[in-house]
């Protein structure tokens, strides 16, 4: 099944929508080369450029966060310190063994993802947005 963008991930925030969107096609581009057996090195491309597409996106959420004084910033931004330890694990097991983990990437990918937006994000979105900030 295609891991997709869904407007239920809407913040109404520009650039953290076209940041969500982007780290949902990577995750789904990873699902596909995986389903279809891409090489080993196309895998570890993409499992590399979501590690650095999620890190640019963590980065610009903790400064709105923080600029705009959010009460739970620091348990925000130790959700994605935890989220990015367990994409650098996934990267460094995939290098060890790719055929088991293969087929774990996908459904981690996607938990991964609409945990973070569904239960991380609207937090500091509803207190942007309660205050006109966003
Ligand atoms: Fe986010
Ligand atoms: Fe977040």
Redesign the pocket.
């Known amino acids: 099944m295609e891991i997709n963008w869904n407007t239920r991930y809407n913040?109404g925030i520009q650039l953290?929508d076209e940041?969500?969107k982007e780290?949902f096609r990577i995750v789904e581009l990873l699902r596909r080369s995986v389903q279809e057996g891409a090489e080993r090195k196309v895998v570890e491309a993409l499992l590399a450029d979501l590690v650095a597409s999620s890190e640019r996106?963590?980065a610009t959420?903790e400064s709105y966060m923080s600029k705009f004084g959010y009460p739970d910033f620091m348990q925000h931004v130790s959700e994605h310190a935890s989220m990015l330890t367990s994409l650098h694990e996934l990267l460094v097991r995939f290098q060890e063994s790719h055929q088991a983990l293969a087929l774990m990437v996908p459904t981690f990918m996607e938990g991964w993802l609409k945990h973070?937006?569904s239960d991380?994000?609207f937090g500091f979105v509803t207190f942007l947005k309660a205050r006109n900030l966003a």
């Open positions: 913040t953290i940041q969500h780290l996106h963590f959420e973070h937006i991380g994000d």
